[in-house]
């Protein structure tokens, strides 16, 4: 079955430091991927999605691009500010039928001034 | 207001009762869908439905039972409570298509003792 293996965290970086979270995907067909924030308290939220090999999504800094040749979807950002702390959760739609959501364990950030 | 609303917000009961959480939502999503998290574990789906009339079990669902009272409704039972379902639980939803992203509500913490 499809399976989301994302990087082991918590990852603690300093303000304005480079952000890489690893995410790779094992899936039949041509799945979606996704990004997916939880702030404390809350519930997850969209942060970008991809659904073709080599597009790139992007939102608030944030980058992932889909490679197909090595299944991965891996989370970037240039400079992160405190107020990204959060836990980050990669997941992929597969094809066919009902498409379910396979969610990664999820990583922790937690950025410090 | 939250779009997907989630009540109540925490709730501590015994081992052997019955309990039920309440998911509504004024996004207009068809989709519904209740999820389980677990610290290491990720997100694990437990019911959805993809109308009033249509549900159908995740990968977790023995304990569990759902009724989707009408489109904007979809509300979680754990018919007799037992302590390894202490989880954060959450509702969310969807519009009908491939790519369509979740949007969660912000979730119950159930404390079964």
């Known amino acids: 079955g499809d399976s989301v293996t994302q990087m082991e965290g918590p990852v603690t970086l300093s303000e304005e430091a480079f952000l890489t979270i690893n995410c790779t995907y094992t899936?039949?067909?041509?799945?979606?991927l996704f990004w997916y924030v939880q702030y404390p308290g809350e519930g997850l939220q969209l942060l970008l999605k991809a659904t073709k090999a080599d597009d790139k999504g992007s939102n608030k800094g944030f980058e992932a691009t889909y490679r197909k040749e090595t299944t991965s979807f891996h989370l970037e950002k240039g400079s992160v500010q405190v107020s990204d702390s959060a836990v980050y959760f990669c997941a992929l739609t597969g094809a066919g039928g009902y498409q379910k959501v396979t969610f990664g364990t999820g990583t922790k950030l937690q950025v410090i001034p | 207001d939250a779009d997907v609303t989630q009540t109540p917000r925490n709730r501590i009961t015994k081992t052997g009762k019955r309990i039920m959480l309440e998911c509504s939502q004024t996004k207009g999503h068809d989709r519904m869908y209740w999820y389980r998290q677990d610290p290491g574990l990720g997100l694990r789906l437990i019911y959805y439905?993809?109308?009033?009339?249509?549900?159908n079990k995740g990968e977790i669902s023995d304990g569990y039972s759902v009724s989707r009272q009408a489109q904007a409704k979809f509300s979680l039972s754990l018919e007799s409570a037992i302590p390894n379902q202490t989880a954060l639980y959450f509702c969310?939803?969807?519009?009908?298509?491939?790519?369509?992203?979740?949007?969660f509500g912000n979730g119950t913490r159930l404390t079964v003792t």
């Open positions: 439905s993809f109308d009033v009339k249509d549900i």
């Open positions: 969310a939803t969807s519009e009908s298509g491939y790519n369509s992203p979740l949007h």
């Open positions: 899936a039949t067909g041509y799945p979606s």
